[in-house]
């Protein structure tokens, strides 16, 4: 092991780097990659057999050549500056369509956004019986939402600003109204005080509960926050397709990391982070212990709280009380994969398949159903019919298929059922409850087909279907999400209170922890959530700006 500088057992014999990143996903591997390049010696830890965390490519299919972005599927919120910062050589597709949303009321209609035909959109609303001037003041929603998230998407990447601060930028942008609709009042208020029709109302919501187990009026704001993010993405909130699949982000930044020289150790298990600096962890078998002036936590704050706390691995008891609860959320979807022969009929035949697929495909959202959803869920049971959103990655990106299914017309769907929080989900039930939500998800789905989607499912050569299903503690055992929250835990505003400290780096970039050497660099940081690489570079910017 001569070339490896990292020794083992006793735990007397230790390893120095200038920083030790505890987890390998996107953001750990951003945050490598940044401090590598300015010359620090980097040791990157991750449990899993590869680095990526939720952000890869898998064929989940055996004998299937079709590499599916597992976990995550779309990229909004990874900054431009970051791609070029670190030499990223990776392609981000633009969708024509938006969005796609059939009439539960009416099986033959649905409202299509169409960004490459003007006259479409007005036409579909019209077409779903919205109301005269639905259409304008939905685009007008909209345009208004713009103001605001172009105002605070160069802010991502910068230290926090105050709210007031915040704010004051927003009025700048002629955006004052908009801040008082989306960070001041339930964000319900203002979609039901510019919106008419259940169904645009829907569509308009479903970006503030993705992932999110709220309701349109909830005090708390966290569907206001949720919403937010979902907007901000390059300031416009396009989402767009990865060529290659979610893999090919991760590894491009894992490639940019290994060539500045960070050192990327995989099957190792972090089991303790101590004061100090010190990690300690297991791997070929043996305890390991580094240190460093600097630990970047790429975990969960829940999981790097039992590390702290406890020693102990991820997947220890429930955290020690008195934990900041917003980290405590827990998540609300199911994850479904499929793979299939082609695309389904539609009920509305109006629409190409093509064109429906081509967006995000809702199902059952509409303003109504998504509260109904919401109570049912809270209420202990399985909502009927349940939320969804269907995205199908290959007929932008065709690559990631082989030629020969290429050739076939496959094509795979991901869908995301929303209100499927954590509490429905026991290590008890978790078998039954995950062929229950499958077969809520598929029931879901036939109601808005005209032909049942099982009967289009591939089968592998070991004659199973080509379908799989994720719950919540499923993705909490994969890739240790805490309750399967995609966030690792709640949403912060891209900003802080007036009053917070904002002395030291990492407090002005928004990863601080209570100890002055741990650096939160994952999507538990202000700023964190989704495939952006914000809470690595953000973190590596803190340390940059402490000089050592």
Partial sequence: MSSNPVKSTP?????????????????????????????????????????????????????????????????SLLPQQVIDDLGLRIELARRRYSSYTPDPHHGGRALLIDNGDDGAPAASFAAIGAPDGEFRAFTTFY?????????????????????????????????????????????????????????VRGVVLTDALIGTFARADDEDLQQNICFLYHLIGGGTGDWDVPIGGMGAVSGELERSARDAGAMILTSAEVTAVRPGGVVGYRHDGAEHEATAPWVLANVAPVVLDRLRHSGAAPGSPAPRPGQNPNHLREGAQVKVNLLLKRLPRLLDRSVRPEAAFGGTFHVNESWAQLDAAYLAAASGTVPDPLPCEIYCHSLTDPSILSPELQAAGAQTLTVFGLHVPDRLITADNNEERRAELQDAVLKSLNSVLAE???????????????????????IERAVGMPRGNIFHGGLDWPFVEDNAPLDTPAQRWGVATDDPQILLCGSGARRGGAVSAIGGHNAAMAVLEAGS
């Fill in 452 to 474: 049942p989607i099982e009967g289009l499912l591939l089968t592998g050569p070991d004659g199973r279907p080509c379908i799989e299903t994720k719950t919540t503690l499923d």
């Fill in 143 to 199: 345009a208004g939402c713009r103001q605001l998230t172009e105002a605070l998407w160069p802010t991502m990447t910068a230290p926090l600003l105050t709210r007031s601060e915040a704010k004051n930028l927003a009025a700048g942008a002629g955006a004052g109204g908009v801040w008082e609709a989306m960070i001041e009042q339930p964000i319900g208020h203002a979609i039901t005080g510019e919106l008419r029709h259940d169904l």
């Fill in 11 to 75: 735990a007397s014999s230790t390893s120095a780097f200038d920083a030790i990143i505890v987890g390998g996903g996107h953001n750990g591997l951003a945050a490598a990659a940044y401090l590598s390049r300015a010359g620090r010696k980097v040791l990157l830890l991750e449990k899993l057999e590869h680095p990526g965390g939720a952000a890869v490519s898998a064929r989940a299919f055996d004998g299937v050549d079709a590499r599916l972005s597992r976990y995550s599927y779309l990229v």
